[in-house]
């Protein structure tokens, strides 16, 4: 999964696609690069953010939507807004990926199942303005794998068909880096809900911490190697998709996964 985020301030590449054409240009870039979808948003989460009103998410994300679908490119949505997903998938998206899981907004459930379009539930606990202050847990793995059952049931109660769910870790979302390692070293407890997860560990600040020499972490730019390493962990323990903001060497990575498992 690529990549494409239409604002002016997301922490990886806040900026550089700003406008509709070149935010399509860069979509079908990464098609060209080995996406087999491209996830196109219109609001930065990135630690402490505040939210971007409707009318200028709508004006970011649906043009370039309608352009990438009319490419014949896969999209998906990347909102918490039900307004944005219903225009979004009106507009050509075929996956709404909610990093709020649902929660952000009551609407967003109910029109996700009326549009049958799979979900992406992300395990969220609270906005980017003060997510920091709720990365406690007293077992990351066992609270994030409970509070994304009750969230899958929660959708499912609300009328999405439990086949089109996909699950996230939410890396970086109310947790430390050593939060977003001991979730990516047991991808298999995740797995073990039973849907497909999604992980987008791309130029994130764990990476960052990992990278770290004399306390710097390199700057989001210059974690893609990093981010590569993590899509081969991702591939190998059997993730269905990874979403990153480069995608050739995640798509080469992917691949060295998968012939590795055909060797076995
Ligand atoms: N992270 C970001 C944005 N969207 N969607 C899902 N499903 N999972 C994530 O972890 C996620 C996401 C923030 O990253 P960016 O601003 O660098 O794109």
Same mark, same amino acid.
């Given at each position: 999964m690529g990549?494409?985020?239409?604002t002016p301030d997301s922490f990886s590449d806040g900026g550089r696609w700003f406008d509709t054409t070149a935010a399509v240009k860069r979509g079908l870039d990464l098609v060209t690069e080995g996406a087999d979808l491209v996830?196109?948003?219109?609001?930065?989460?990135?630690?402490?953010?505040s939210r971007v009103d409707e009318d200028e998410e709508l004006r970011r994300v649906i043009p370039v939507v309608r352009g990438l679908a009319a490419e014949g490119v896969t999209v998906s949505v990347d909102t918490m807004r039900a307004?944005?997903?219903?225009?979004?998938?009106?507009?050509?998206?075929v996956l709404v990926n909610d990093v709020s899981g649902?929660?952000?907004?009551?609407?967003?459930?109910?029109?996700?199942? *009326?549009? %049958?379009? &799979?979900?992406? =539930?992300?395990?969220?606990?609270?906005?980017?303005?003060?997510m920091n202050n709720r990365a406690v847990y007293a077992d990351v793995v066992a609270d994030v794998v409970t509070e994304l059952r009750d969230r899958m049931d929660a959708v499912v109660a609300g009328g999405i068909a439990p086949e089109r769910l996909v699950i996230d870790p939410g890396l970086g979302f109310a947790k430390q880096a050593e939060h977003d390692l001991a979730l990516l070293a047991h991808l298999a407890e995740?797995? *073990?809900? %039973?849907? &497909?997860?999604? =992980?987008?560990a791309s130029r994130k600040r764990f990476l960052g911490h990992v990278l770290a020499k004399e306390g710097a972490p390199p700057p989001a730019r210059e974690r893609d190697a990093a981010t590569a390493a993590v899509s081969a962990i991702a591939?190998?323990?059997?993730?269905?998709?990874?979403?990153?903001?480069?995608?050739?060497?995640?798509a080469d990575a992917v691949r060295v996964a998968r012939a590795v498992e055909a060797a076995r």
């Open positions: 990549v494409v985020n239409v996830d196109v948003g219109g609001e930065s989460t990135r630690p402490g953010a307004s944005v997903a219903e225009k979004a998938v009106a507009a050509g998206a649902g929660l952000a907004d009551p609407r967003m459930v109910p029109s996700v199942a *009326a549009a %049958g379009v &799979p979900f992406v =539930v992300m395990h969220w606990r609270g906005f980017s303005h003060d995740l797995r *073990a809900l %039973g849907r &497909p997860v999604l =992980v987008a591939a190998h323990e059997g993730a269905w998709a990874v979403r990153v903001h480069e995608v050739r060497a995640t």
